[in-house]
C-alpha cells in the first residue's frame, strides 16, 4: 500500500528501472561474445521492457542489440497495447500469423548486422526455424543470461514482491475467517470451491481498491484450496468438498504485483488437533524454520533443500516427502534456481525464493508451510507474515 493513502500503489516501474535492466543484460551480451539476445518468452519480453501480454501463436519477442538498442516485436494488433503500456523500446509490427513471410522477417530487417545472437533455450523447435528463415548467416547461442539476470530482484522489484506478500496475507485470514464466520453462525462449512472463490474476491478486490496501473496477468490472486484426504496431493485442485469437523485444510495462495509472485501457504486443523496432526503440524513447521535459517547467501540451494528437509527425514516422515524445499518467485510464481539437490546455484542477497517443506499422508491429509522468503546480505527475510504454529492455525469448534 502507498505511503500516503490519498496515493494509489503503483504497479507499473518506471522506464529508469528497465534502463537498469537493460544495462545489466548488455554486460553479460559483452561477456558472451554475442552481438544481441533475441527472446521470445512472455516473461523475458516483460523483464526487459515491461510489456505485458497474453501469450498465443502469435510471436512476441525482444531483441536487445549490443549497442543498447531495444526493440519489440508484436503483431500489429499489439501496437495499441504495447504503446499504451509505455513498452520500453522500439516497436515494430508485422501483420498477421503465419502471414505470407516469417513473422520475424519485420525484426530482422529492423536489426542491425549480427553474427552470433544469444536466444532463450526455451525457445520452441518452431520459432527457432521462424528466426533462423528471417536471419541470413547468424550463428544461434542457446543462452540463460535473461533467466540468470531475473535472480536478483532490483529495490523496485522487491516493493512490489512486499504488496503482493501483504495481499497474500489478507487472503489467509480471509479464508480462516469465513471458515470462523460459518462456525459462529452455524451456516455450513464452506467447500474448498467456496474458500478459494471467496480469498481470490478479497485479493483482486484489494488489489483494483488501493492500487493504479494494475498489470493484468493470467493469475492476479488468489491459489488452492484443499481439505481433508484431499490436501495429500500436493497440487490439487478445489472441489465441491465441504470442511468436516477435525478436518486439516490447506490454503495455498499467492498473489502478482506488477507481474512479482508471492506465496504464501498455511495448514490448518479445524477443532482439537489429534496428537497426529500436532506431529506432522510441528514437524513442518520446525523444517520451515530450519529451512528460513538456511536460506542465507553464501549457502548452495541443494545444501539449504537438505537441512530443510532432513528436519522432517529425522522426524522418521521422511516417506511422507513429495517434493523439494522450494524454488525461486518472480516473474513466474515458479522459476530457477531450485531448493533442491540438483540445484548448486549459490543464494545471493535480492533472490526470492519459496521456503516450502511438506508431508503427504494418503487417506488423511497434506500438511505444508510456506513463505517467499528474501535473500538479505545476512540471511533472509520472510515476506508473508501469517503466523505459522499450530496453535496460530487450529480453528475452534
Not at 528463415?133 to 542457446?142: I, N
Not at 536478483?152 to 504488496?163: C, D, G, N, Q, T
Not at 490454503?251 to 486443523?269: I, N, Y
Not at 548452495?300 to 516427502?321: E, H, K, P, Q, W
Amino acid at each position: 500500500m502507498s505511503a500516503d493513502p490519498s496515493t494509489p500503489f503503483s504497479q507499473r516501474l518506471g522506464a529508469e528501472v528497465y534502463d537498469r535492466i537493460q544495462e545489466r543484460i548488455l554486460a553479460m551480451l559483452a561477456a558472451e561474445k554475442v552481438d544481441a539476445l533475441i527472446t521470445d518468452h512472455p516473461e523475458d519480453v516483460s523483464y526487459l521492457t515491461g510489456f505485458f501480454h497474453h501469450p498465443g501463436e502469435r510471436p512476441v519477442a525482444v531483441l536487445l542489440e549490443s549497442t543498447g538498442r531495444v526493440v519489440l516485436l508484436v503483431p500489429e494488433l499489439e501496437r495499441q497495447h504495447a504503446e499504451e503500456q509505455r513498452a520500453h523500446a522500439e516497436i515494430v509490427t508485422f501483420a498477421e500469423y503465419p502471414g505470407l513471410e516469417s513473422p520475424f522477417a519485420p525484426l530482422s530487417r529492423a536489426a542491425a548486422p549480427a553474427r552470433r545472437i544469444a536466444v532463450t533455450t526455451q525457445i520452441t523447435h518452431h520459432r527457432l526455424a521462424l528466426l533462423r528463415s528471417a536471419f541470413d548467416g547468424v550463428e544461434w547461442v542457446p543462452s540463460e543470461m535473461v533467466t540468470t539476470a531475473r535472480f536478483i530482484k532490483l529495490p523496485e522489484e522487491v516493493a512490489l514482491h512486499r504488496e503482493a506478500a501483504r495481499i497474500t496475507d489478507l487472503m489467509l485470514q480471509a479464508g480462516a475467517d469465513l471458515v470462523r464466520d460459518a462456525i459462529g453462525s452455524g451456516a455450513p462449512f464452506p467447500s474448498e470451491a467456496d474458500l478459494a472463490a471467496h480469498v481470490g474476491r478479497v485479493g483482486v478486490g484489494e488489489m483494483y481498491q488501493e492500487h493504479a496501473d494494475v498489470v493484468v496477468i493470467s493469475f492476479l490472486a488468489g491459489g488452492l484450496v484443499y481439505a481433508g484426504a484431499n490436501s495429500a496431493i500436493p497440487h490439487g485442485l478445489p472441489s465441491s468438498y465441504r470442511l468436516r469437523d477435525g478436518d486439516t485444510f490447506m490454503l495455498s495462495l499467492g498473489a502478482a504485483v506488477g507481474g512479482r509472485f508471492v506465496e504464501g501457504e498455511r495448514t490448518f486443523v479445524l477443532g482439537e488437533p489429534t496428537s497426529d496432526q500436532r506431529r506432522y503440524h510441528d514437524t513442518i513447521r520446525d523444517a520451515q524454520a530450519e529451512g528460513g535459517r538456511a536460506i542465507a547467501p553464501g549457502i548452495r540451494c541443494c545444501d539449504s533443500n537438505a537441512r530443510c528437509l532432513d528436519v522432517i527425514r529425522d522426524a522418521g516422515l521422511g516417506s511422507y516427502l513429495r517434493h523439494r524445499q522450494g524454488h525461486g518467485i518472480g516473474l513466474g510464481m515458479h522459476e530457477p534456481p531450485w531448493l533442491e539437490d540438483g540445484d548448486p546455484t549459490v543464494l545471493r542477497p535480492g533472490m526470492i525464493v519459496s521456503n516450502e517443506p511438506g508431508i503427504y499422508i494418503p487417506g488423511h491429509a497434506g500438511y505444508r508451510i510456506s513463505d517467499s522468503m528474501l535473500v538479505t546480505e545476512t540471511g533472509s527475510e520472510p515476506l508473508t507474515s501469517f503466523p505459522r504454529s499450530l496453535e496460530d492455525c487450529v480453528i475452534p469448534l
